[in-house]
């Protein structure tokens, strides 16, 4: 059966009407999406792409503007191409992808294995970045876990503009690195993603010297460079 032939096109073309009529944008979702590696750029996927991008084309022949929906999980090495072919079909359309989840093994870090795909997937064109939860395949998330997975796909999201050099991505992260080297604490946690864990972890294990932190204590390097700079003596017994 035709593209043409197929009666769900008839219905699909009813609905960009309503579209167009009240200016909506259509989510196109991606049922056959990888629900685990092995599925990774699989014929079903590809097949169902080519369909996205008949659909993606239709719905702007109508005035009816898309986003589409990628995969899922995915090796890494297939990540970048992925974004390049739907690129290429979709013609360009906004794609969000759900992860990519780069591995299939840890299960209560899922927010860790989607953001190493969502960063990979940004930087090579994906518009949009689906949180995933620490709670992803295990149960419903809690408040807690919606928190990481939000935080885990902005630093995911942040990496990717500042890979691909969107004009000030980069900004808070020059910030951070001279109040880390001032040891400004306060400007630490205004440059932060998420101020309150970080200032929880330092204050949970508060070091001895402000000018330092628990890690190092008196052999914090920084502090010895700048105390050398200043022409300071350097305590380090
Ligand atoms: S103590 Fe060590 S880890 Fe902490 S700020 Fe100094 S060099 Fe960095």
Redesign the pocket.
């Known amino acids: 059966m035709t593209g043409e032939e197929n009666p769900f096109y008839e219905y699909f073309d009813e609905i960009l009407e309503i579209c167009r009529e009240y200016d909506v944008t259509i989510s196109l979702g991606d049922a056959c999406r990888p629900g685990c590696l092995a599925d990774g750029s699989d014929v079903c996927q590809i097949e169902e792409l080519v369909r996205l991008g008949e659909l993606t084309k239709r719905a702007w022949e109508k005035d009816v503007q898309v986003m589409v929906e990628g995969p899922g999980h995915m090796p890494m090495d297939q990540i970048a191409a992925n974004m390049k072919i739907q690129q290429t079909i979709c013609m360009g359309a906004p794609f969000y992808v759900l992860g990519p989840i780069v591995t299939d093994i840890a299960p209560g870090y899922d927010h860790i294995t989607a953001a190493i795909g969502g960063a990979i997937a940004a930087a090579s064109g994906a518009a949009f970045l689906c949180y995933v939860t620490p709670a992803e395949h295990l149960a419903l998330p809690n408040v807690d876990d919606v928190k990481q997975g939000i935080i885990a796909s902005r630093i995911a999201a942040h990496a990717a503009d500042i890979a691909k050099k969107v004009p000030h991505a980069r900004d808070l992260d020059d910030a951070m690195g001279d109040a880390?080297r001032t040891f400004d604490w306060e400007k630490q946690w205004e440059c932060s993603i998420d101020p309150e864990t970080a200032k929880q972890i330092r204050n949970d294990r508060a070091p001895e010297h402000e000018d330092?932190?628990s890690?190092?204590?008196k052999?914090?390097?920084?502090?010895s460079m700048n105390k050398a700079l200043n022409g300071e003596y350097i305590d380090i017994l």
Do not use: I
Not at 219 to 223: D, N
């Open positions: 880390r330092s932190c890690m190092c204590g052999f914090c390097a920084v502090r």
